[in-house]
């Protein structure tokens, strides 16, 4: 039917003749004409995508960010790059980007924080390639997601595993021409050409690191060490390193994971501090291709183990903070041993780091917002990148005032105890000490004071 | 004393540079501007702009040399955005870039750069939010169908965005706040209107009804629901920032939020 007839009165068909796309052949594996048989595998599948999408929910990563690719003739997508779009944010917060599922969570490792090990009794399912490539093409069209984030449980052998999740990108890629965006795990033992298979399809690859401190790795996943995980990451390094080199002879040469990769690790799983998590990520964001490493907040998922704490909640605010430490190293220009020292080695949880770093260090301050350079303002508390490049275009043309940073969008809460603009005569972190200024910021008023201009009337009742 | 002068225009970007080439022949500049059709203020004189394309065209060339190409798409991409306290900044900001010295792009201690730039970033914000959440449907002939009620008029903006990206499919995107849509069929997009009884008036939450919609259309929006809810983890629920992320305004039209 065409739409003509759908939408009565349409005025915009005229002289539009209803071209069949040229659209490539359907896959219908998944939804059917209504019969029983297609009805049965509607319902499978359904099934199939609840318990792969929870069992692959836990991993956090998942950006869109970091390859621009326009579409090609005939193909379907395009990649934006820039910060990459996300479609939807689910109830916990996070975003929805990408359809992130396994395609596997049968699993023959057993560590001990993951939800998908051996010695689980959960629910398990098998994604075939042609469903997944099918539900993501489909899920594509209507803009719910950005592309494919493919994880898988390791069943057989690594290199079993890894092939079945490269047949998956490269269907995707050459029979469907499908240019969004694609994020593969690289499964932990995988062979070294199997890498390279994946790195011509995926966007991003990732290895997990899972726990930064290599003795707690192999208490809590036996199976695993850290030298299972380097490989494949070198591997993909060595991969885009080459195919960089390659493009600068060849305009043409095929781009090898553009997006780069990342990693995550657990945090409160096991006792390392937060300077053993951030110096471990000082020393990746250091390698080439390493874009982001997540920390992934421990959810308690198998409580009956005795190797794991018992927490009655994710450390949550734990892992804000590590984020916010992580912000600091990639567009601060912090170096980690700024922020945490081996006096101390764990971040404050009650205010975040730059502040935190501020006040133990009020010989810095106060910055002179119209003298100091960009580095220095990027350390005030309450500025950040946006407000600092603000500042720094706008004194050329006058003197700024504490007026103007407000309406910039400064947080003049805190940054205006580290800050003179000339005609501010405040008492700063130094007149006051730091101690006076934490409290200052961390104290919360827990009713809203009754405004002082307003006249209160008090009717109290007249005894009778 | 002197009066104060009101300009009147059609809105459009063109109006805005005739109405800063009568204000510099007239030299008289306008407190405020209204909109050709409304009503005419009491106390002061108001001088209804035509918009004339070479005068407008004079006033651009003019303002290419003082403006980078930058500044000069935050302009025009801020009209996007249809508030009525812009066009007076607008005009303001346009006036002090031709008669300043050097580019006033980047004096973001005037309050006027400031607004024009933070209108711009709003309009740029919905646009995002649009690629990010419009929700295409399958109709029963194959073409993708999708409605959108944005803060601003930015579905010119996304067309370039989705032009690309599905460029093999046919689809429509419908703003159903202004009243039009875009075409896209053949690799180009072509601009539509209904007609106020035609049935697309008649969705209420932009859900195509039974038989509008492609057969398999239903299933794949079960599969995005249940994926939805289960790629939530429970442990970390956090409601405030969920819809911090996810403005309520939008959910209208969103799959996911839509009961099955």
């Given at each position: 039917m065409p739409l003509r007839n759908l939408f009565r009165g349409g005025t915009f068909f005229e002289g539009k003749s209803g071209r069949r796309g040229t659209s490539l052949p359907r896959f219908s594996y998944i939804c059917g004409n209504g019969d029983g048989e297609t009805e049965r595998m509607k319902e499978d599948t359904l099934k199939k995508l609840r318990i792969l999408a929870e069992s692959a929910k836990y991993d956090v990563s998942c950006s869109s960010s970091g390859t621009v690719r326009r579409n090609t003739k005939g193909g379907v997508g395009n990649t934006v790059g820039g910060v990459g779009i996300c479609h939807s944010f689910a109830e916990d917060g996070r975003c929805i980007s990408l359809l992130k599922v396994m395609l596997t969570n049968y699993c023959i490792y057993d560590c001990a924080y993951c939800i998908n090990r051996r010695s689980n009794d959960i629910p398990r399912a098998t994604l075939s390639v042609s469903e997944l490539v099918d539900l993501t093409m489909e899920f594509y069209k209507r803009n719910y997601i950005e592309g494919l984030f493919l994880s898988s449980g390791v069943v057989r052998n690594p290199d079993y595993t890894m092939e079945r999740l490269v047949r998956v990108a490269k269907d995707l890629r050459t029979v469907h021409r499908f240019n969004g965006y694609i994020h593969l795990k690289s499964i932990p033992g995988a062979s070294h050409e199997l890498v390279d298979a994946a790195g011509l399809y995926a966007d991003r690859m990732s290895v997990n690191i899972e726990l930064a401190d290599e003795a707690s790795l192999k208490r809590l996943a036996p199976e695993k060490d850290h030298a299972s995980v380097y490989r494949p990451m070198l591997y993909i390094q060595q991969g885009a390193l080459e195919s960089a080199e390659e493009r600068r002879r060849h305009r043409h040469a095929p781009r090898f994971v553009p997006a780069g990769q990342s990693t995550q690790m657990i945090v409160g799983a096991a006792g390392e501090s937060d300077r053993d998590i951030l110096s471990l990520s000082s020393a990746l964001y250091a390698?080439?291709?390493?874009r982001r490493v997540y920390y992934s907040g421990y959810v308690p998922v198998n409580t009956a183990d005795p190797r794991l704490p018992v927490l009655k909640q994710p450390p949550l605010v734990r892992e804000n903070r590590l984020y916010q430490a992580d912000w600091l190293m990639r567009f601060y220009q912090f170096r980690v041993e700024e922020i945490v020292d081996e006096a101390h080695p764990d971040l404050d949880l009650e205010v975040d780091p730059k502040l935190s770093w501020a006040l133990r260090h009020p010989e810095h301050f106060p910055v002179d917002i119209n003298r100091a350079d960009y580095e220095q303002i990027l350390r005030v508390p309450g500025i950040g990148v946006k407000s600092a490049r603000l500042i720094v275009c706008s004194r050329r043309f006058g003197r700024l005032t504490s007026f103007d940073l407000k309406k910039m969008g400064c947080v003049m809460k805190r940054a205006q105890y580290f800050i003179t603009c000339g005609e501010l005569k405040g008492r700063g972190v130094n007149e006051l000490h730091p101690e006076r200024v934490r409290s200052l910021l961390t104290h919360k008023t827990s009713e809203r004071e009754p405004d002082a201009v307003q006249l209160h009337l008090d009717f109290k009742e007249e005894p009778v | 004393m002197e009066e104060d002068w009101v300009f009147a225009y059609d809105r459009t970007w063109e109006g805005m540079l005739t109405a800063v080439f009568d204000a510099f022949s007239r030299r008289c500049f306008p407190v405020a501007f209204i909109g050709e059709e409304e009503v005419r203020p009491l106390f002061a004189s108001v001088h209804t702009v035509l918009t004339d394309g070479e005068r407008a065209a004079r006033v651009f060339r003019a303002l290419q040399k003082k403006l980078s190409a930058q500044a000069l798409t935050c302009l025009t991409v801020s009209m996007f955005s249809e508030l009525p306290d812009l066009y007076i900044h607008l005009f303001r900001y346009v006036c002090k870039a031709l008669t300043a010295e050097k580019s006033i792009e980047t004096n973001f201690a005037d309050p006027d750069v400031l607004f024009v730039t933070n209108t711009y970033r709003k309009v740029c914000r919905e646009r995002l939010r649009m690629m990010q959440f419009v929700r295409f449907q399958k109709t029963a002939d194959g073409t993708y169908f999708a409605m959108i009620e944005p803060d601003y008029d930015v579905l010119p903006l996304i067309l370039p965005h989705f032009s690309d990206r599905f460029s093999e499919e046919r689809w429509l995107i419908f703003d159903r706040r202004r009243r039009y849509g875009y075409y896209y069929a053949d690799h180009q997009p072509v601009r539509v209107t209904f007609d106020a009884q035609d049935a697309v008036f008649r969705l209420p939450d932009g859900r195509l009804t039974e038989e509008m919609r492609d057969a398999e259309e239903s299933c794949y929006q079960e599969l995005w629901r249940t994926y939805f809810k289960a790629v939530c983890i429970r442990e970390r629920l956090n409601p405030r920032k969920h819809k911090k992320d996810l403005p309520v305004r939008y959910w209208k039209y969103l799959t996911e939020k839509q009961k099955p």
């Open positions: 390698r080439p291709t390493m | -």
